[in-house]
């Protein structure tokens, strides 16, 4: 079976009627489906892309010294991470890459499992099908299966906004050490915690001193609407780290040199972070109450760039009706949760205040 025929169909291609309904509106469509940041990249981040834009030469796969350095230094300042080493670290590609590359890189065998949430962001279980291996959705520690090769956690997770608490990330930690499998927590949407506090599992706390099998993935797409620049990283256990740089130099996957000089910059700065911070806050602010005068129940939602919001019937229903109001919104179908949909906080001020005043309409 070739490699398309195994893959589902790419979700958001399902979205074309609605898109053309909501688009229709007399003051236009607001956008409210993807988690594309819409606010400008930091000046610091232009400037030192400019800066680092003469590269003659082959950039590493393992990134330059001070990228990770970079990538040490924010994971222990902010991260409350284990004193990393280089080994520890790497730049990747985006986190997209990461999460639909990672069996593959890992050599999961076929048919063994890759262990993602039951509400999940869609790549994790394209990943494991494209390696050949058996994708689980599965939200209970103490069932994974024996045969499980990879986890994946996701805290503040896409699209529920749930946060895990630090023993419910322990659990995880202890069930990916039970069976032998590679834990992957993808905390990209770290930054933007609103109703609980997120741990890494590089933390201590939650992995009693010990980096092995554990991988951290992280972007700067959503921390400093650096979307376009596709630059992320992992950090962990060194034994796994080594091993996907063994495997990236074959094919060439690297990032950059001024992506890598624009990633050195915003890791060092947190001022632009607690900024968008504030953007994001205020406009959840003005969304979730809209949406729940509407007749929505919002579920979750701690933390991340979205509100999980459903009205108690199938998710396409509550698309269309939001179309009429020139809202498009993601279904929960895309990410296994029939009943809810997806409302992204990632559009401007104007558009978020135009949202809701068609909710209260």
């Known amino acids: 079976m070739s490699l398309g025929a195994r ?18 509106h007399r003051d236009g469509i607001v956008d409210l489906s993807v988690g594309t940041p819409v606010d400008p990249t930091p000046r610091l981040a232009i400037n030192a892309l400019a800066a680092a834009g003469d590269a003659p030469g082959y950039p590493t796969v393992w990134g330059a010294p001070e990228t990770r350095a970079a990538i040490r230094a924010y994971l222990e300042r902010r991260w409350a991470s284990l004193p990393l080493t280089d080994e520890c670290v790497l730049p990747v590609i985006g986190t997209k890459e990461i999460v639909g590359w990672l069996p593959t890189l890992l050599g999961v065998g076929a048919g063994a499992a ?12 394209v990943g494991a099908l494209t390696a050949g291996a058996r994708p689980v959705p599965l ?67 939650v992995n009693d001193g010990d980096l092995a099998g554990l991988l951290a993935v992280h972007s700067l797409s959503k921390r400093s609407n650096a979307a376009g620049y596709r630059a992320g990283f992992v950090a962990g256990d060194p034994a796994v780290v080594q091993e996907l740089v063994a495997v990236r130099k074959h094919l060439g996957m690297i990032v950059p040199a001024p992506i890598q000089g624009a990633m ?35 579920d979750h939602s701690e933390g991340s760039l979205y509100l999980w919001a459903t009205r108690g019937e199938d998710c396409r229903a509550t698309v269309d009706w939001l179309a009429d109001r020139g809202i498009l919104v993601a279904p929960g179908d895309f990410y296994g949760a029939p009943e809810h949909v997806r409302v992204a906080l990632t559009g401007t001020d104007e558009r978020i205040a135009a949202a809701a005043a068609r909710l209260a309409a």
């Open 7 to 24: 893959l589902p169909d790419f979700p958001w291609d399902t979205l074309s009627a609605a898109r053309t309904r909501a688009a229709a």
């Open 114 to 125: 890759v262990v993602f949430p039951e509400a999940a962001y869609p790549t994790y279980e």
């Open 139 to 205: 939200d209970d520690p103490a069932a994974v299966p024996a045969d499980t090769r990879i986890i994946w956690i996701n805290s503040p997770g896409n699209p529920t906004g749930r946060i895990l608490s630090l023993d419910e990330t322990r659990a995880w930690v202890q069930a990916a050490r039970r069976v032998g499998a590679v834990l992957a927590s993808d905390e990209c949407y770290g930054e933007f915690a609103w109703e609980a506090e997120p741990v890494s599992v590089l933390d201590p706390r």
């Open 264 to 298: 050195i910059a915003l890791l060092a700065d947190q001022a632009h972070v607690e900024e968008q911070r504030s953007r994001y806050l205020a406009r959840r602010a003005v969304l979730r109450p809209a949406l729940e005068a509407a007749g929505f129940r919002i």
